[in-house]
């Protein structure tokens, strides 16, 4: 029954019907009276309080999952997802998530990149690939893949920024921009939390939903 309310939670309706009938035997032949009440999101929380946990210490993240450990720097990713994991199966907007839930405009709001951002990602991008051969001359592996992810972010942001031939691309509205925002960081958080403890990587790409709502669901 609880796999039946899951199911219908994200959908689908036959995969819930399915469950649902699985179990109708079972109650009856444990002459069970009504279905067994769903965990709140507090039992949520204090079941897997052991499972994944999260705490900023200064600017560095603690994160444990069922006894490692590892320390990660402060980022907006990490902010976010610590949002979501303090409210376990509670849907929060993403306009809510990065604070911009009133005055949101919608329609063209102009260039994904405007002058002055382009002519910061060309600076940055120089400062990166001298980073980058510097660290490889040193064998300072740990630089050499942090400027590599940072050069590669800005790789993708240029290209959303860019058609075919160069063409700017124009911005949709605040709630989107802010959804396919929301929903970098978070992959970017859970990917640099994966690259030190790959089973928390894991539980986290199938416990976090992400949209124009997101959510955090426990295993």
């Given at each position: 029954?609880?796999?039946?309310?899951?199911?219908?939670?994200?959908?689908?309706?036959?995969?819930?019907?399915?469950?649902?009938?699985?179990?109708?035997?079972?109650?009856?032949?444990?002459?069970?009276?009504?279905?067994?009440?769903?965990?709140?999101?507090?039992?949520?929380?204090?079941?897997?309080?052991?499972?994944?946990?999260?705490?900023l210490d200064g600017d560095i993240w603690v994160i444990t999952f069922h006894g490692e450990?590892?320390?990660?720097?402060?980022?907006?990713?990490?902010?976010?997802?610590?949002?979501?994991?303090?409210?376990?199966?509670?849907?929060?907007?993403?306009?809510?998530l990065v604070g911009g839930a009133e005055n949101t405009p919608t329609g063209d709001a102009?260039?994904?990149?405007?002058?002055?951002?382009?002519?910061?990602?060309?600076?940055?991008?120089?400062?990166?690939?001298?980073?980058?051969?510097?660290?490889?001359?040193?064998?300072?592996?740990?630089?050499?893949?942090?400027?590599?992810?940072?050069?590669?972010?800005?790789?993708?942001?240029?290209?959303?920024?860019?058609?075919?031939?160069?063409?700017?691309?124009?911005?949709?509205?605040?709630?989107e921009r802010a959804r396919v925002n929301v929903r970098r960081r978070l992959k970017d958080?859970?990917?640099?939390?994966?690259?030190?403890?790959?089973?928390?990587?894991?539980?986290?790409?199938?416990?976090?939903?992400?949209?124009?709502?997101?959510?955090?669901?426990?295993?």
């Open positions: 029954m609880a796999l039946a309310d899951v199911m219908a939670e994200q959908g689908d309706d036959a995969a819930a019907s399915e469950h649902r009938a699985r179990a109708a035997p079972i109650f009856e032949a444990l002459n069970l009276r009504e279905k067994p009440r769903a965990p709140t999101e507090q039992t949520v929380a204090e079941a897997t309080s052991n499972e994944f946990a999260m705490h450990s590892t320390s990660l720097k402060d980022s907006k990713g990490l902010a976010l997802l610590e949002r979501l994991l303090a409210q376990p199966g509670k849907e929060l907007h993403v306009l809510d102009g260039p994904l990149l405007d002058d002055q951002a382009r002519n910061q990602y060309k600076r940055r991008v120089t400062e990166l690939q001298e980073d980058i051969e510097e660290a490889q001359s040193m064998g300072d592996t740990g630089r050499m893949d942090a400027a590599r992810e940072e050069l590669e972010f800005i790789t993708q942001e240029l290209s959303r920024a860019f058609g075919l031939g160069g063409r700017e691309r124009r911005s949709g509205s605040a709630a958080a859970i990917g640099r939390i994966g690259k030190q403890i790959p089973d928390a990587g894991t539980y986290l790409e199938n416990t976090i939903k992400t949209g124009s709502y997101c959510k955090y669901v426990p295993m």
